[in-house]
């Protein structure tokens, strides 16, 4: 069975930085597609950045020009790369993957930015 694991996340000041690692047990290019999903109290969970296993990117509008998505295919690692964050960014992030057999997710990591 595919696993992911989440890492990264943690509490950081407005404007601060920081990156979330999610590892999978076998090559990311099985999969048709990656990506970050958030959910934050009291909110629907939401597509953040997805990639294709041909490298394709999209992102919300909310985040575009400050996270990004990428990866590292002989770590069979995907990153999010968050910039300029602010408050309403706090969440769980979420990495999923897509096969044939169905979507696979991971624990999830606790994002927080406040002063």
């Known amino acids: 069975q595919v696993q992911l694991v989440e890492s990264g996340g943690g509490l950081v000041q407005p404007g601060g930085s920081l990156r979330l690692s999610c590892a999978a047990s076998?090559?990311?290019?099985?999969?048709?597609?990656m990506g970050w999903y958030r959910q934050a109290p009291g909110k629907e969970r939401e597509l953040v950045a997805s990639?294709?296993?041909?490298?394709?990117?999209n992102y919300a509008d909310s985040v575009k020009g400050r996270f990004t998505i990428s990866r590292t295919i002989a770590k069979n690692t995907v990153y999010l790369q968050m910039n300029s964050l602010k408050p309403e960014d706090t969440a769980v992030y979420y990495c999923?993957?897509?096969?044939?057999?169905?979507?696979?997710w991971g624990q999830g990591t606790q994002v927080t930015v406040s002063s």
């Open positions: 999923n993957a897509d096969d044939r057999y169905g979507s696979r």
């Open positions: 076998r090559s990311i290019f099985s999969f048709s597609g």
């Open positions: 990639i294709t296993s041909g490298g394709t990117t």
